[in-house]
Nanobody, 115 residues
Framework: QVQLVESGGGLVQAGGSLRLSCAAS????????MGWYRQAPGRQRELVAR???????DYADSVKGRFTISRDNAKNTVYLQMNSLKPEDTAVYYC?????????WGQGTQVTVSS
């Protein structure tokens, strides 16, 4: 079982930056594929960025060049650095991983970008 706890959301003006963190419990973090998703009101949850345990990161087209996913395996933590934020980035952001066929989600952290 994996527990995920996000932090770092908040209110920021357009053009600003935020860094989200997701701390994971468990012993196998370095092997896990980690992802950040977001869900805006009235919209489906969508993948923002994903970083496999090994290999290249993957980004939604809407955030490429602005967001960067990274991880610190010693701290069991994955980050999402968000730069040049836009009002359309406003959403609840969730951390995700899958282990033994089970999807795990954090509680979410609200990001609000004002114009």
């Amino acid at each position: 079982q994996v527990q995920l706890v996000e932090s770092g959301g908040g209110l920021v003006q357009a053009g600003g930056s935020l860094r989200l963190s997701c701390a994971a419990s468990g012993s196998f973090f370095s092997f896990l594929d980690m992802g950040w998703y977001r869900q805006a009101p009235g919209r489906q949850r969508e993948l923002v960025a994903r970083q496999p345990g090994a290999g290249r990161s993957d980004y939604a087209d809407s955030v490429k060049g602005r967001f960067t996913i990274s991880r610190d395996n010693a701290k069991n933590t994955v980050y999402l650095q968000m730069n040049s934020l836009k009002p359309e980035d406003t959403a609840v952001y969730y951390c995700n991983t899958k282990m033994a066929g089970v999807n795990y989600w954090g509680q979410g952290t609200q990001v609000t970008v004002s114009s």
